[in-house]
């Protein structure tokens, strides 16, 4: 991994921000937790790259409220205008 910030997806439309800031406090420091609406699917930000792996290696594909989820880390947003590449922001 890269970067600290993680992709989380297959999530249950009733987990909240504050519910994943606890899942995935509980491998390290939690930066920032973003759902994206009614996507099933948002960004956590681990305080750096050690525990963003471990929290990917250990959470991914765990049972979650009902769904298995998905966990890797945040790929680069290709600027479609100019063609530069920006991480998602939060």
């Known amino acids: 991994m890269h970067g ?3 992709f ?29 609406g009614d996507k099933g699917f948002g960004f956590v930000e681990m305080s750096n790259q050690a525990e963003a792996e471990n929290a990917k290696n250990e959470l991914d594909g765990f049972s979650y409220d009902g ?3 998905r966990v890797d880390e945040a790929r ?12 998602r922001k939060f």
């Open 8 to 36: 989380v997806g297959n999530l249950s439309y009733s987990v909240t921000e504050a519910q994943l800031k606890e899942l995935f406090s509980n491998h390290g420091t939690v930066i920032d937790v973003r759902i994206i």
């Open 76 to 87: 680069q947003k290709t600027d479609k205008r100019g063609g530069g590449r920006n991480f």
């Open 4 to 6: 600290s910030k993680l």
């Open 67 to 69: 769904r298995n989820l």
